[in-house]
């Protein structure tokens, strides 16, 4: 009974072995195109990469993908690996898109904004491989992530008065990725000194490619900071904190206010 076991057992694996080898000699490899990427959800606690892949059938018959197998690279050091799950049968000569969710959280979000925050940029590599028919097909894509960079645009003074000042700051945002960045929240808060003026957030924001503009709507109360108009003019000069966060990344930005001048318009 042993040795009909071990018969059949090889019988089984040398069948095995000729069947994948008749497929891969007629099974034309699907074809892997690199597509875009993008960012899904941009939180202090997570940030969604979707990169998107094309897989191209180019046989005459419909083909079963099992899944891809991924793994994510930031400049040469291996981050994470990970799976899909079956995408089912792709049609004849037909293609079809699939998106991949990679999440960055706990420590490899850490190592991703320390990375980006130093060099402002991080070169990535997404490779892996499309399982169809028992046999593995590689892919690979390289690229590079830019840390958004953010400056104080103009100041305007919309209304002032001894009481308060009314303004709009021009938060200027550049973004040098090939994608629009999506950021759940960008707070922001205003400071002279070590004393906190005003605070706020701009929700649903969308920062699209190239340099982008947001407005930021800010009202200083003036009676908070001084006691009189003689005061006021003995120190005219107001510096100003601006401190914004998105989705984790930091920046302030320095500004003075010349007071005298805005009161006497």
């Not at 998107?52 to 180019?58: E, M, P």
Request: glycine residues 6%; charged residues 20%; neutral net charge.
């Amino acid at each position: 009974m042993k040795k009909i076991i071990i018969l059949m057992l090889a019988v089984a694996t040398t069948a095995c072995s000729s069947l994948q080898g008749f497929v891969k000699d007629n099974l034309k490899e699907p074809e892997v195109t690199y597509k875009s990427i993008s960012m899904g959800e941009l939180t202090q606690d997570k940030i969604e990469l979707k990169p998107t892949f094309s897989i191209a059938n180019k046989n005459s018959y419909s083909i079963p993908v099992d899944g891809l197998k991924y793994e994510l690279s930031f400049n040469q050091k291996s981050m994470l690996k990970g799976a899909t799950d079956k995408v089912g049968n792709l049609p004849a000569n037909q293609s079809k898109e699939i998106a991949l969710g990679i999440d960055l959280t706990k420590e490899t979000l850490a190592s991703f904004k320390d990375l980006l925050l130093k060099e402002g940029r991080i070169d990535y590599v997404i490779k892996g491989e499309v399982e169809v028919m028992g046999l593995s097909f590689p892919f690979e894509k390289s690229s590079t992530l830019y840390k958004p960079t953010v400056s104080l645009g103009r100041l305007e003074i919309k209304s002032s008065s001894f009481k308060q000042v009314d303004m709009i700051v021009n938060l200027i945002v550049k973004n040098d990725n090939d994608f629009t960045m999506p950021l759940d929240m960008l707070s922001y808060t205003v400071k002279t000194g070590n004393q906190q003026l005003v605070a706020g957030d701009l929700k649903e924001q969308k920062i699209q490619q190239g340099t982008n503009t947001l407005q930021i709507p800010v009202s200083i109360q003036l009676g908070q900071l001084f006691s009189s108009m003689f005061s006021l003019l003995q120190n005219p000069q107001l510096p100003l904190s601006f401190s914004f966060n998105a989705g984790g990344f930091e920046n302030s930005v320095e500004q003075t206010l010349d007071l005298r001048t805005l009161l006497g318009r």
